[in-house]
């Protein structure tokens, strides 16, 4: 049975840092693309980022762009885990944050629908104050 649950929520200002953390278990983790979604009240589910499984080439990130240059995504395979380091906080970035994981999904266009991933955690809050 897969678990994944995430970590790092909570209530910060604006400029603020704060570090998402999803411990999965019951995958072969490093086979998976991983994603980290947000979903907003009234507002659908979006890819903020994601990163490939590893390959012989290595991994591959992706970041929509209203994060790029302010979200990373990270994984470490032997914790089963995935990050998503998050810097220079807008409150528009307030939202559940989910992840998610993907058998199949190597492109940005594949990593950033929904329906691409086969397991999810069950969301953490993050609120960014003005």
């Known amino acids: 049975q897969v678990h994944m649950v995430e970590s790092g929520g909570g209530l910060v200002q604006a400029g603020a840092s704060l570090r998402l953390s999803c411990a999965a278990s019951?995958?072969?983790?490093?086979?998976?693309?991983m994603g980290w979604f947000r979903q907003a009240p009234g507002k659908e589910r979006e890819l903020v980022a994601a990163?490939?499984?590893?390959?012989?080439?290595?991994?591959?990130?992706y970041y929509t762009d209203s994060v790029k240059g302010r979200f990373t995504i990270s994984r470490d395979n032997a914790k089963n885990t995935v990050y998503l380091q998050m810097n220079s906080l807008k409150p528009e970035d307030t939202a559940v944050y989910y992840c998610?994981?993907?058998?199949?999904?190597?492109?940005?266009?594949?990593?950033?629908?929904?329906?691409?991933?086969?397991?999810w955690g069950q969301g953490t809050q993050v609120t960014v104050s003005s």
């Open positions: 998610a994981a993907g058998r199949k999904g190597s492109s940005w266009s594949t990593l950033r629908q929904v329906s691409t991933y086969d397991y």
């Open positions: 990163i490939t499984a590893i390959t012989w080439t290595g991994t591959s990130t």
């Open positions: 019951g995958l072969t983790f490093s086979s998976y693309a």
